[in-house]
């Protein structure tokens, strides 16, 4: 008889491993949709700030910094405050999950660094949101906090050696992303990302409405905030160099006016709103 016949703890063990297993996958999956809810919020209240900044109504910084401030003022904004810290700490889980070849290996080595860079990013922006909910407001810097930093980093850098190269180099990728972000939108390459069979055709063209509107808008923010940084290294003046705020604020000083800064933050909300699409239908 052959000497690996009966294992009589072989299938107890591959169900137990299967189960963890699917734990585990079920803990990402939720970490995911909590962490496209989050920056769904997050972008609402940015597109929500800059539209009150293009009527004049109000003088807040349209920023994440903004939208956590205005979250705080709220009733009950600390425990959203920390369901936002939940939410980029799951997306942080979720991209660092899909960075390492155990998990989806037919996935090609530059798409893991993508979501390792990504992972980074929110374990980045979760801890900022931990800082601000520690301190209630305490831990941005008062107003202009985003665009001062942007110029010390800049200025910072400007400071090193080929400083002015690097700075511009930075420049460049950052308008590469933002015309990248904007030509895939305008492609709907998102919905390769998206149960589409789970939505009903007014739903899908609703949410692929939002997805092209809101990613172009997105877009079209990051290259114009990688243009501000190429022209600081090409003036060697860290001032030129702008945060989320002051880039949106710049759409107000062109030739078409506040409408400019309208239209870009109603295509952030509509970003927002993806977001929150997302959470529910993105495969994860």
């Keep these: 008889m052959s000497s690996h ?3 009589p703890g072989a299938p ?44 004049g109504s109000g003088g807040g910084e349209a920023d994440r ?58 374990a980045f922006v979760c801890w900022g949101t931990a800082a601000f909910a520690a301190g209630r407001g305490g831990g941005g810097g008062g107003a202009g906090g985003g665009d001062a930093k942007s110029r010390d980093w800049t200025a910072s850098a400007l400071n090193l050696s080929y400083g002015r190269v690097l700075v511009a180099v930075a420049g460049c990728v950052v308008i590469g992303i933002g015309l990248t972000l904007a030509v895939r939108a305008a ?13 009903s055709p007014r739903t899908r063209e609703i949410v692929t409405g939002l997805g092209v509107g809101g990613g172009v808008a997105r877009g079209i923010v990051f290259a ?31 030739p078409a006016g506040p409408w400019l800064l309208v239209a870009v933050a109603t295509g952030l909300i509509l970003f927002g709103a993806f977001s929150f699409a997302s959470a529910r239908w993105r495969r994860l």
């Design 12 to 55: 107890g063990r591959a169900s137990r491993a299967t189960a963890r297993r699917s734990a585990q996958n079920e803990t990402l999956t939720a970490a995911g949709r909590a962490g496209f809810g989050a920056r769904g919020l997050v972008y609402v209240l940015i597109g929500l700030l800059a539209i009150r900044i293009a009527m």
């Design 65 to 122: 910094q903004g939208a956590l401030r205005e979250i705080a003022a709220r009733p009950f904004g600390n425990v959203l405050l920390w369901a936002l810290v939940a939410g980029f700490g799951g997306m942080a889980l979720w991209r660092a999950s899909r960075a390492v070849p155990v998990r989806g290996p037919h996935r090609k080595t530059g798409s893991r660094l993508l979501d390792g860079g990504r992972a980074l990013f929110y």
């Design 224 to 254: 114009a905030a990688g243009l501000f940084v190429l022209v600081a290294a090409v003036r060697f003046d860290p001032s030129r160099a702008k945060g989320v705020d002051a880039t949106l604020r710049s759409f107000a000083h062109t």
């Design 187 to 199: 492609l709907r390459r998102f919905l390769r990302q998206l149960d589409t069979g789970a939505m």
């Design 5 to 7: 016949t009966h294992r």
